[in-house]
């Protein structure tokens, strides 16, 4: 009964967070009388509401209960003095990212006024291989991940998305090497992101933050400076 309660749950993404019991009962592959059962549960606990419509949609207690987790809200509330800083010092994006598995998920993003449009949301997932952090934290991340993420196909986003395993791992020995990475036109052609590590208590990269510009409004080593002093500065306020 659980897998099917997290069946239900699972039917609701970004590009579907409203959906009507006969969408539910489809994307999760169960009868529409064990999709209503369970809907109405979750609604009687606050996880799911009911428009008057028919309509489902995420409820607040589920945004309750994910504000504890300790990589989200946590290490948002210690970040968030510090990416506010960047963000008045450049006026651009900045975001705060940690790993789950092989994927990026972004705890915060503060966009800039009249900044480069990203394609990144709060809560939202992306490939490790892409973007400024994921290149951080997959630079950082175990062997085993690493070879697990180069080993599958390569997402690509623009023709100048690098998909070539040899030529990830050269990018990410020169993140490790340097402190910061570089991701030019990778996700969009129009941006520039510029990531640095931000270290836990233990000197264990725990999450990792960037700065999103347009490109060819500065140079990435301008930037890294700026990037790699907010991260040190979460760091040293998570220690």
């Not at 510009?213 to 306020?237: C, D, E, Y």
Request: charged share 25%.
């Amino acid at each position: 009964m659980l897998g099917r309660a997290l069946k239900v749950l699972e039917a609701f993404t970004p590009d579907h967070p409203a959906l009507r019991l006969s969408e539910v009962a489809r994307r999760a592959g169960l009868p529409a009388a064990t999709a209503h059962r369970l809907l109405r549960e979750f609604c009687s606990w606050g996880a799911l509401e009911r428009d008057d419509t028919g309509v489902y949609r995420v409820g607040l207690r589920l945004w309750e209960l994910g504000s504890l987790a300790p990589r989200g809200l946590g290490l948002r509330e210690r970040a968030l003095p510090f990416l506010e800083d960047l963000s008045q010092i450049t006026r651009e994006n900045v975001q705060l990212a940690v790993r789950e598995g092989t994927e990026v998920v972004f705890i915060e993003r503060i966009a800039g006024s009249g900044a480069v449009p990203v394609l990144t949301r709060v809560g939202g997932r992306f490939a490790l291989t892409a973007t400024g952090v994921g290149l951080v934290l997959l630079a950082h991340a175990p062997a085993e991940v690493q070879e697990d993420v180069l080993s599958r196909p390569i997402e690509r986003y623009t023709p100048d998305t690098v998909t070539d395993p040899d030529r990830l791992r050269h990018l990410l020995a020169d993140v490790r090497t340097h402190g910061f990475s570089i991701s030019e036109r990778q996700v969009t052609l129009d941006s520039l992101s510029v990531g640095a590590p931000i270290h836990g208590a233990r000197g264990q990269v725990v999450a990792a933050v960037s700065l999103v510009v347009r490109h060819g409004s500065a140079s990435p080593h301008a930037l890294a400076p700026l990037v790699r002093t907010s991260a040190r500065a979460i760091s040293r306020a998570l220690g």
